[in-house]
């Protein structure tokens, strides 16, 4: 059964960089079916697609937080991970990482793990 | 970037009731439209993909339809673990992946 765990800091300063990891077990990143990445909740707000990444070497982001962002793998630990610089308080929000199919749609989620953007 | 607009933003209902929820895009979607059911604290999970077709372990008394530009997802006689908030979201053209805002299904 397919399980994905994020981990990673609870709390970053404002202009750093936020950082989290993604651990897959029960199935491998580098399945040529499927896309990983990453969406975003703010609290009591809706959820926001952050991007992805395909093991052919492809990675999608949202335009709005392209300048940003960077999702990368490590095929080797079963891990992606989430990079977003220059973050404000606006960035925080619980991540959640995720299993794309390759046509869009998300089956299989994290639990999800607060960070709050704070000093 | 599709735009997607849920409505309406909360629906107070009685066990038992039938509910509709309805999603609409601001261009075609065709079919590449997912539902997803959160409860608090949890993550989204999967109901329907391809607008109508059931996600593993989806119970039958939620139905998924339409195509373009609206959609509704039906829930038939709502039980109490159907409490929760849903989301629609549109794969037809991303980047980005776009979600509505969500409707709360709440208990009357």
């Known amino acids: 059964q397919l399980q994905l765990q994020e981990s990673g800091p609870g709390l970053v300063k404002p202009s750093e960089t936020l950082s989290l990891t993604c651990t897959v077990s029960g199935g491998s990143i580098s399945s040529g079916s499927y896309y990983w990445g990453w969406i975003r909740q703010p609290p009591g707000k809706g959820l926001e697609w952050i991007g992805n990444i395909f093991y052919g070497g492809s990675s999608y982001y949202n335009p709005s937080l392209r300048s940003r962002v960077t999702i990368s793998g490590d095929t080797s630990k079963s891990q992606f991970s989430l990079r977003l610089s220059s973050v404000t308080a606006a960035d925080t929000a619980v991540y959640y990482c995720a299993r794309h199919y390759t046509s869009g749609w998300i089956d299989s989620w994290g639990q999800g793990t607060l960070v709050t953007v704070s000093s | 970037e599709i735009v997607m607009t849920q409505s309406p933003g909360t629906l107070s209902v009685s066990p038992g009731e039938r509910v509709t929820l309805s999603c609409r895009a601001s261009q075609s979607v065709r079919s590449n439209l997912a539902w997803y059911q959160q409860k608090p604290g949890q993550a989204p999970r999967l109901l329907f993909y391809?607008?109508?077709t059931r996600a593993t372990g989806i119970p039958g008394r939620f139905s998924g339809s339409g195509s373009g530009t609206e959609f509704t997802l039906t829930i038939s006689s709502l039980q109490s673990e159907d409490f929760a908030v849903y989301y629609c979201q549109q794969y037809n053209n991303w980047p980005p992946l776009t979600f509505g805002g969500g409707t709360k299904v709440e208990i009357k």
């Open positions: 391809g607008a109508s």
